[in-house]
């Protein structure tokens, strides 16, 4: 089964900087998908950013880009400039290229200070 | 386009009571997500429909929920009775598609506190 592990619990970066959410997960397949979800205190799940496993260049979404190191399993998330709107909670996640279903990690809730 | 659309946002009952959540999908999603979140965890998927069909429900406790999506739509997670290990978010979610890789879109959940 896949699994996805995200070790650290909380972060904090200080507003304007840049801080890196680390995440790693295990699976036999070669095709699948890759995602950071942000959840705020409303609890709504918001997509950050995806990555399709098939595709070498790093995705970017404005201020957020992703480090994915295939070989090593390992998908960790940069936000650039840091703003106070992005205090919340991140999770990984993963979906297998034979189905549907969005496996996550246990989350980060990261803080910003002003 | 609206998005994910659930109510109730919040409910509070007693132990052995049953509870209802209804879900509204973004319009043309034909697959909809029940995912249950504990506090401090990831969501976990409870039962996944291609419109009418439940394809995946292996992680739906079948005792005591019971869920159903008729005319493709809209959908109805119900727990009876609850217990108190079933407090928890209980996320919807809604995607163009069971193709892998698609976009999930998510609702804002029903808070659920068992006393």
């Known amino acids: 089964a896949q699994t996805v592990t995200q070790s650290q619990p909380e972060m904090s970066v200080q507003e304007a900087e840049t801080v890196t959410l680390s995440c790693t997960y295990d699976?036999?397949?070669?095709?699948?998908?890759l995602f950071w979800y942000k959840q705020p205190p409303s609890r709504q799940m918001i997509l950050v950013i995806r990555?399709?496993?098939?595709?070498?260049q790093n995705a970017t979404e404005n201020r957020f880009s992703v480090n994915f190191q295939k070989a090593a399993k390992s998908f960790s998330l940069k936000i650039s400039d840091s703003q106070l709107g992005d205090a919340a909670m991140y999770f990984c996640?993963?979906?297998?290229?034979?189905?549907?279903?969005?496996?996550f990690g246990k989350g980060i809730t990261l803080s910003v200070r002003p | 386009e609206a998005g994910v659309v659930q109510s109730p946002r919040y409910k509070i009952i007693e132990k052995k009571q049953p509870v209802a959540f209804w879900c509204n999908p973004i319009?043309?999603?034909?697959?909809l997500y029940w995912y249950r979140q504990n506090l401090g965890q990831g969501p976990e998927l409870l039962i996944r429909?291609?419109?009418?069909?439940?394809?995946?429900d292996s992680q739906l406790p079948k005792d005591r929920f019971s869920a159903e999506r008729l005319k493709g739509v809209d959908s109805t997670l119900k727990i009876q009775p609850a217990e108190l290990g079933d407090s928890a978010v209980y996320l919807c979610?809604?995607?163009?598609?069971?193709?892998?890789?698609?976009?999930?879109?998510f609702g804002e959940g029903s808070w659920l506190t068992v006393v």
């Open positions: 699976t036999s397949e070669s095709d699948y998908y």
């Open positions: 990555q399709e496993a098939y595709k070498q």
């Open positions: 319009s043309g999603h034909n697959t």
């Open positions: 996640a993963y979906v297998s290229g034979a189905n549907s279903k969005l496996t």
């Open positions: 979610a809604s995607s163009l598609g069971s193709v892998p890789g698609n976009t999930i879109y």
């Open positions: 429909y291609e419109n009418e069909e439940a394809v995946d």
